[in-house]
């Protein structure tokens, strides 16, 4: 699935069908609630160090993401339920869109000349 970087979004979005496959691995997760957009999901917070690590592959590179980075908040106060860093969006058409969730994980240098990222 082609990507673009967006230092303007927090998330990252994939399409519907990769993120319900994903989240599909983690136990007793479940689509997010009313409180937070279409394409989040939940899942229990004290699960996150259990997720390993994954990764976005550019080219023949890959490029992991820490599990905790994973984690983007609490469903709502108190709550013992998280909402996941990855967003199923079909917006885009078969785009990732990787936000800041994704960026901060990395080192990042933006070629205007090249449509690059390294």
Known sequence: MPATIDSGTTFMY????TA???????????????????????FPCNSVHKLG??????????YAIDPRDFNASPESDGSTECVGGIFGDDLWEDVAVLGNAFL???YSVFDYDTP???
């Open 53 to 62: 690590a994954f990764s976005f592959g550019f080219g023949d590179k890959q």
């Open 104 to 106: 901060k994980n990395w």
């Open 14 to 17: 994939v399409s519907k069908e």
């Open 20 to 42: 319900k496959a994903l989240y599909d691995k983690i136990p007793n997760s479940r689509p997010g609630s009313e409180d937070w957009d279409e394409g989040a999901y939940a």
């Open 116 to 118: 690059a990222i390294g």
